[in-house]
């Protein structure tokens, strides 16, 4: 008979059910307060908080306004806000890069 031993995996620690949920918890949380819902009970942001959202300087964002760019705002002047919900859905219909890549690889 051989000697050889069976070869063995590394062994991976499963966590509980309860730890998945609660690294779950932890990262959405995280992830909403980056995107700026952790505090919904202003549902406007001023131009500072804008611009940090989407991750440009204020005065970036001042010029995309000037040239009818950016998500879309209201006021004038130090009153400028934008609607949270607003600023994330105008994020989330910007190209990704693997979109323009495909858009210039087939304009070519």
């Avoid at 059910?17 to 932890?26: A, M, T």
């Avoid at 009153?79 to 190209?95: E, G, M």
Wanted: aromatic share 8%; proline share 7%.
């Amino acid at each position: 008979m051989s000697d050889a031993k069976p070869l063995s995996l590394p062994f991976t620690a499963v966590p509980a059910p309860h730890e998945l949920d609660d690294l779950i918890e932890r990262i959405v949380q995280k992830t909403l307060a980056q995107v700026g819902y952790a505090d919904q009970a202003n549902p406007f942001i001023n131009s500072k908080a804008c611009a940090d959202l989407i991750g440009v300087s204020s005065e970036h964002l001042c010029a995309m306004r000037a040239r009818g760019q950016g998500p879309p705002w209201s006021g004038e002047g130090k009153w400028i806000r934008y609607r949270r919900f607003d600023v994330i859905s105008w994020l989330a219909q910007l190209p990704t890069t693997l979109q323009r890549d495909a858009k210039t690889a087939t304009d070519n």
